[in-house]
């Protein structure tokens, strides 16, 4: 199996293999996005040496939730390419600044002690790697808001993906709250429901923290291609996707000797349906060839169980297309 290091390596430097995706794919893509209404699947792949595309439920925007680390983590290391940053600058962070949520118990845990100064380095590994949510939001607070990591991605050609706000923020705007807003004492489980609908629906009108299909695709491109950021920190933020802590979804169906670069991302569930179950990343072959692949459940009534179930049907497809 290739090293860590190895895989870093080819997904930087680029791959000579050229071919296009194929139609199987295609019906194979379509298939599992039938099986998934009445919930939304939006999928795209995507072949680097061709260009070539495959896309399934195009011409909308989808929530990314978590999957958004990945991008504003890009956007930090852009400012560390230029000096404004330094990957072992502190960050001073309190308990008020933990946000709940985590693949495993990261930075938020840490801070529950009391007050830390981490490295924008160890920040970063938090967000990306463990999707520590009190970790993306202190990355948000460097860049200085969302709209500058909205703008980085602007200025490298990333148009359709926008960043608004953190996960604080957005919580509660799924939650259908406010800023500084609490649920009312004695809230009925009908009343949170209702409320809690009706954060969702707000937040998918809106199209806060989004993209499309077209967008996800280019920024993973550009990402494995060095065209977002230096050689030193493209290989890092490669190397931190390869490393996230979460085994399901597309990577779950990808043969032996397969490796994936990706961020996954969940939004909760109201009325018993997900909200989004999304993964999106950079498969690389054996033999060194490359697809980018986003997957955006938006939606759905399906439990957990069947959505990595799906996630990891498109994964062995993808591979499958791919040998």
Known sequence: MQ?????????????????PVDTRLQASLDRI?????????????????????????????????????????????????????KLDQKVHLVPADIVPGSAVP????RLEAGPLDVSVEEVLRAAVTQSDNTAVDALLRLLGGGHAATAFLESKGVHGMRIDMGERELSLMLNGLKPGEQPVAGESDEAANAREKKGFQAVLASKVDSTTLDAAATFLDKLQSGALVSSSSTNMLLGMMTAQVIPNRVRAGLPVGFQLADKTGTAGTYDDRLGAWNDMGIVTAPNGRRMVVAVFLSDSPAKPKQADAWFAEIGKAVAASMQ
Do not use: H, Q, W
């Not at 430097?13 to 071919?19: E, L």
């Open 106 to 109: 990261s930075l938020g845990k």
């Open 3 to 19: 090293t860590l290091r190895a895989l870093v390596l080819s997904l930087a430097v680029g791959s000579a293999f050229a071919a």
């Open 33 to 85: 996005a039938s099986e998934a209404r009445p919930g939304t699947l939006g999928i795209v792949v995507m072949d680097p040496s061709t260009g070539k595309s495959i896309k399934v439920n195009d011409g909308r925007s989808y929530l990314m939730m978590s999957a958004f680390k990945a991008p504003i983590a890009a956007a930090v290391l852009a400012r560390v390419d230029s000096g404004e940053l």
